[in-house]
């Protein structure tokens, strides 16, 4: 049932224990998937970071979801999911439920830049710095605008970034981005046997809670045993009624801030005039950040949570 079936959140809430699933492309949910204190919920991190990194994983542990601050005024870094696994290769995975509008991919960057500098200390070899990953699930397409005339462009679920030269030569494989668009991933239902496990993967997090998906979703549990412990999870976490309410408040949100973002589009376009419409459409759209913030904080959104949506550095936040 979409969200304006129900008529307030303690409705919406009332879902839990029902059988409903939580629905995991929104962060909340995804990272309660993966981040409990059980044997389903650590089978699950296993199998999507073996599938996302391509390596067995050994070990697996929970680390701190903050980046480090380096300095005063550097921008906070927050993670859904860190961790490090192998004793010593590191990774942090995000949800992205909706598009912000922005190039995700100088985000992905710079959060990759930060997990790698987490780790090395003072005085140690170079050859120590870790090998690093940063998994982002897009429930949407990256970069649509440009590639809707590309001629060479192929849609694809799974998208794997590093350092190379123009002719592919590596560098250090240090740096890894992976991206997942669920939307892709509609086309890969039909071939569960032959798809790799991370676009498997993508098959469940974007039809998992689908009541019309139930036999997709049995025949994927039935070929991976990691898949099939994150059903179990996924049910688990579906009784907690503040999850459910989490989930709403952040669907709610979200649309309040589409519909904010556009309002403000189209009054900064109006106010823009000969030379001055970019500065018009700035102002529309700094005005939009600003009753964003404002909004997430009446919905209990964290500090954090609000600079990674608006782009607004916590000091601003803090003021409001």
Do not use: H
């Not at 250090?172 to 890969?188: G, K």
């Amino acid at each position: 049932m979409d969200i304006i079936d129900f008529e307030n959140e303690n409705d919406y809430a009332s879902q839990a224990g029902s059988g409903a699933l939580l629905n995991p492309r929104v962060d909340s949910t995804f990272k309660a998937l993966f981040t409990q204190p059980t044997e389903e919920s650590r089978a699950a991190l296993k199998s999507f970071l073996e599938a996302a990194t391509e390596k067995p994983i050994k070990s697996v542990s929970l680390t701190s979801n903050d980046a480090v601050v380096e300095f005063s005024g550097q921008r906070n870094v927050s993670y859904d999911v860190a961790c490090i696994f192998n004793d010593g290769l590191s990774a942090e995975i995000e949800m992205q439920a909706f598009n912000q509008k922005y190039d995700y991919g100088k985000r992905a960057e710079y959060q990759v830049a930060r997990l790698e500098t987490t780790y090395l200390r003072k005085g140690e070899s170079w050859l120590k710095a870790p090998t690093v990953y940063q998994i982002s699930v897009l429930n949407f397409g990256y970069k649509p605008w440009q590639r809707k005339n590309d001629e060479n462009y192929k849609a694809t679920t799974v998208s794997r970034y590093a350092m190379r030269t123009k002719d592919g030569r590596e560098l250090s494989n240090s740096l890894n981005i992976v991206f997942v668009e669920l939307p892709n991933a509609a086309a890969l239902e039909k071939s569960l046997e032959s798809n790799t496990l991370l676009e498997n993967w993508a098959v469940f997090l974007r039809d998992a809670d689908n009541p019309k998906k139930v036999d997709i979703i049995k025949k994927l549990t039935m070929k991976e045993e990691g898949i099939m412990q994150a059903q179990k999870s996924l049910s688990s976490i579906s009784s907690s009624r503040e999850l459910w309410l989490a989930q709403y408040r952040q669907e709610i949100f979200e649309r309040d801030r589409i519909s904010s973002m556009e309002a403000a589009q189209k009054e900064g376009l109006e106010m823009g005039y000969e030379k001055g419409m970019e500065r018009g459409i700035e102002k529309g759209i700094e005005k939009n950040r600003i009753e964003t913030a404002l909004s997430a904080l009446k919905l209990g959104l964290s500090i954090e949570q609000i600079s990674t949506i608006t782009g607004l550095p916590r000091s601003e936040i803090e003021k409001l």
